[in-house]
């Protein structure tokens, strides 16, 4: 007991769109396109990044790896939110509220690392040409990818731990349509200022701190581009950073709008939607950006393509 009158939460339920009624079915069908999208989407670049020798650079190397962080970030809510969709009893255990958290932050933060290692390739790409081939040589990207994936642990780990170490009594309703950080610090007993101050802390380090790393690697690079004498160079220099442009400003403009403010004054609703951005919508549109915004992309679709049908 957690006070004279008050209960220990033992499991939560997932408000999510329960208020959208029927709604729901149609919902489950847009959300359940995205999602499969994104699987088949991220496995195919996953696929022609490792079987077409021409895309064996460090550029694709990273956006393989990125593609595998998405498939892994957008598998930690959205299942559950589909099932929840179809579900009059929506709820969800407090082991499996602890998990979805861990694993929606611990993918999250190997993908804003990844983003950088992307903008620092095409940084000494573009603005150190000469070098590029002694800079990005395997041991260092393969360093670089490890040191994203390594570093999704602590903060899955610490901030699902300090989360989860407050007791939730009373409400169990979470409006929201998974376990994010933000619904449930609103339900949380004790003082969670210092949990609040912490994680503004960590959204500095995990998405401010990168994207305004990204922002300078992209301020020398169009400084570059915009010296080059030729037009057709400027013009398939800048081709080779625009996707890595859009996949970001979708990324961090969302996300950091809702992580800065884990008390904020967004409606429930408007919530909902930022996160839906980030969460299913972004991680289905970044295939389609890289893939069809990329000649090398598609050319080595065809070619697999071409040997299938051979």
Sequence with gaps: MAGSN??????????????????????FGVFLVAYLATLTGNTLIILLTKMDPALHSPMYFFLRNLSFAEVGFISSTVPKMLVDLL?????????????????????????????IAMAYDRFVAICNPLRYPAVMNKNFCRMMVLAACASGFPVGTIQSAWLFSFPFCGSNVILHFF????????????????????????????????????????????????????????????????????????????????????RSNYTPEIKQLLSLSY????????????????????????????????
């Design 87 to 115: 579900s009059e009893k929506k709820t969800i255990s407090l082991l499996g509220c602890r998990a979805q958290t861990y694993f929606f932050f611990f993918f999250g933060t190997i993908e804003c690392f990844l983003l």
């Design 6 to 27: 008050q209960t220990v939460v033992s499991e939560f339920i997932l408000l999510g769109f329960s208020n959208l009624g029927q709604l729901q079915l149609l919902l």
């Design 179 to 262: 376990c994010d950080t933000p619904p449930l610090l609103e339900l949380a007993c004790g003082d969670t200022s210092k949990f609040e101050q912490f994680s503004i802390i960590g959204t500095f380090t995990i998405i401010l701190a990168p994207f305004t790393l990204i922002l300078i690697s992209y301020v020398r690079i169009i400084s570059t581009i915009l010296r080059m004498p030729s037009t057709e160079g400027r013009q398939k220099a800048f081709s080779t950073c625009s996707s890595h442009i859009m996949v970001v400003t979708l990324f961090y403009g969302t996300a950091s709008s809702i992580y800065f403010r884990p």
């Design 279 to 310: 969460t299913v919508f972004t991680p289905m549109l970044n295939p389609v950006i890289y893939s069809l915004r990329n000649k090398e992309m598609k050319g080595a679709l065809s070619r697999l393509l071409s040997r299938k049908m051979n």
